[in-house]
């Protein structure tokens, strides 16, 4: 298996994980901006008020995008394990 090889396998798995973090840390960082908005306006500095809507946000979001998840790494799977061949040179 040479560099090049190695390089590209690489890319695509981090290609594909950041696709798949992608949603749910857009909403991790929505609901962060408005939740410390709402904190500075009205000066509550409780730490469960800033963590409890962000751990609920990435939560829904994953269940909304969990089929869409699964198809992507059900391709990605597929894909790597299509050809084997040139992983085991």
């Known amino acids: 298996m040479n ?5 590209n396998l690489m890319q695509n798995a981090l290609s594909t994980l950041m ?8 909403a ?4 962060g901006v408005i939740v410390s908005l709402i904190q500075t306006l009205t000066s509550i500095q409780d730490q469960t008020f800033s963590f409890a809507p962000r751990v609920i946000a990435i939560f829904v ?6 089929p869409w998840i699964l198809r992507v790494l059900l391709t ?3 894909s790597l394990f299509s050809d084997f061949s040139p992983y085991l040179k």
Request: avoid cysteine; aromatic fraction near 16%; hydrophobic fraction near 80%.
């Open 28 to 31: 991790a960082i929505i609901i």
């Open 19 to 26: 696709w798949i973090v992608g949603p749910m840390l857009a």
């Open 61 to 66: 979001m994953f269940l909304i995008t969990f």
């Open 3 to 7: 560099d090049a090889l190695i390089t």
């Open 76 to 78: 990605f799977a597929a």
